[in-house]
């Protein structure tokens, strides 16, 4: 089941610690190659010895101790996923803060793939408020979390904060990593939150939106192993990409400017229709009146884009000389492996990348009538609108799929309280371009995100 996968566990100062042998068992039993890092704390709990012979590796507890040209806390990071356990509230603390201390610390902030965390304390060191606000930054900066459970603890009280048996942990490990197979090489933008439309320097017009169904579809495509770059209202502190972009106008742009090259696009941002036609430079202050205020229309950034996506889908090569960029590079060669691709092949005649570089940045998006000889043509990516509607939502839906050309429309139904804008549940209806109806039934919005990528990419 892990053949070929390698899991480096971080243990830190905590009882459960002696739990971690079994989980190295667990691992390795599964094919998986295991090494181990510890705080110099945990081997107060256990040996190097042990978890030596475990692994079958040998254990890291030191920054310093350099016996190869990589530094260890780069060289460790060349794992598939993280897994802390026991957390203790200090290591949870100082991940959440960026603190470096020791090798297992800075292995967990250089560390690029998904990190699991298996925190175990006391039942108030539990519930102290700065280590519950610590675990929330690391929960929204996309960490995994296995929530410790309530029972018989350590310091022989009953209470939450005794570790996950390591099965369990071993289970949460398998799913994160067979999540990382299905996007994997895959790129996604997704837009999410309620736009802000500015009425003078302090003030706005917005609507209802969280921006959480945008963030949760962010969170699971990145999971799922998706290079994601999230255009939001707001800041969000995540291991991937984060452009903010408050104004529908400003979204507009973000948007485009990172269109090429895109698998997939999501448009989960609630854009406001209207904007403000003049807006104040100076604060408006009361004159004793009415104050009018006139409104003008948005773009509509998911109908532009399915106008968009196929024209800036092409590379052009030109004749000669010039610098290709890596990433562009890796585009290409990615690209032309596709299955979508053989059809374009043949019908076009000189797909085959040049040898010479392309300019830095070059052609990436092409100029409109149709893909030049000397190109290769991109898939379109997919694009998937939201739509939120207080009556009618299906019928709605549907002619809202048939206006803007999308490829999928979600539909959720804003008129209810317990789901929708601003709550943590969704409940919402994928309808595809022949108009074929899948109903996704009321969850977390974090499974919901995770239930419409699966149908689309499936
Ligand atoms: C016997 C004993 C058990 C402990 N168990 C825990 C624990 O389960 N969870 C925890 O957060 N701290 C526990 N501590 C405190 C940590 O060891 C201490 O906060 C230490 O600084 C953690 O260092 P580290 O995070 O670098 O490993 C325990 C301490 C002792 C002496």
């Not at 803060?97 to 800075?106: V, W």
């Not at 990190?115 to 690391?138: C, G, S, T």
């Not at 939001?232 to 452009?243: G, M, Q």
């Not at 004159?287 to 229309?297: A, D, K």
Request: glycine share 6%.
């Amino acid at each position: 089941m892990l053949e070929n996968k390698n899991i480096l566990i971080g243990i830190t100062g905590g009882i459960a610690a002696y739990k971690i042998c079994n989980l190295i068992r667990l691992y390795k039993k599964e094919g998986a190659n295991v090494r181990v890092v510890v705080t110099p704390n945990a081997l107060n709990f256990v040996t190097k010895l042990t978890l030596q012979t475990l692994s079958g590796n040998e254990v890291y507890a030191d920054n310093f101790e350099i016996k190869e040209y990589k530094p260890k806390h780069i060289a460790l990071t060349e794992a598939d996923i993280f897994v802390i356990a026991p957390a203790s509230a200090n290591t949870i603390g100082k991940i959440a803060n960026g603190i470096c201390d020791n090798l297992l610390l800075s292995t967990a902030c250089a560390f690029s793939k998904p990190i699991l965390i298996a925190p175990a304390m006391n039942e108030n060191m539990w519930k102290n408020p700065f280590v519950q606000k610590n675990l929330v930054k690391l929960k929204n900066a996309g960490y995994h979390i296995i929530e410790p459970e309530t029972g018989f603890l350590a310091c022989g009280t009953n209470g939450t904060g005794r570790m996950k048996e390591p099965e369990e942990i071993f289970e949460k490990t398998v799913e994160i990593l067979s999540e990382k197979q299905t996007l994997k090489g895959k790129k996604i933008l997704i837009t999410a939150g309620g736009t802000r439309e500015k009425i003078d320097p302090v003030r706005y017009i917005t609507n209802s939106s969280s921006g959480k169904m945008g963030l949760a579809l962010a969170d699971r495509a990145f999971d799922m192993g998706a290079e994601v770059t999230l255009i939001s209202t707001f800041k969000a502190d995540k291991l991937y990409k984060n452009i903010v972009a408050q104004t529908a106008l400003e979204m507009e742009k973000a948007v485009k400017e990172n269109l090429a090259g895109q698998d997939c696009v999501i448009m989960a941002a609630a854009v406001s229709d209207y904007r403000v036609e003049n807006v104040s430079e100076q604060k408006i202050k009361k004159q004793g009146g009415e104050v009018t205020l006139r409104l003008v229309e948005n773009p509509d950034i998911l109908q532009e884009i399915c106008k968009l996506s196929p024209l800036c889908h092409s590379v052009t090569f030109p004749p000669q000389g010039g610098q290709r960029s890596q990433a562009l590079n890796q585009r290409i060669e990615q690209e032309a492996d596709r299955e979508q691709l053989s059809s374009a092949r043949s019908s076009t005649p000189s797909l085959t990348p040049p040898p010479y570089p392309l300019p830095q940045g070059a052609g990436e998006c092409a100029k409109p009538g149709g893909t030049p000889a000397n190109s290769i043509y991109l898939p379109p990516p997919l694009i998937i609108g939201f739509c939120a509607e207080s009556e009618n939502l299906i019928e709605n839906a549907k002619t809202k799929i048939r206006k803007k050309g999308c490829d999928y429309l979600i539909a959720n139904d804003i008129s209810r309280k317990d789901i929708g804008f601003n709550t943590d549940e969704n409940e919402v209806y994928i309808i595809d371009k022949n108009l074929n109806i899948k109903h996704i039934e009321k969850d977390t919005k974090q499974n919901i995100a995770k239930r419409i990528l699966e149908e689309v990419f499936e």
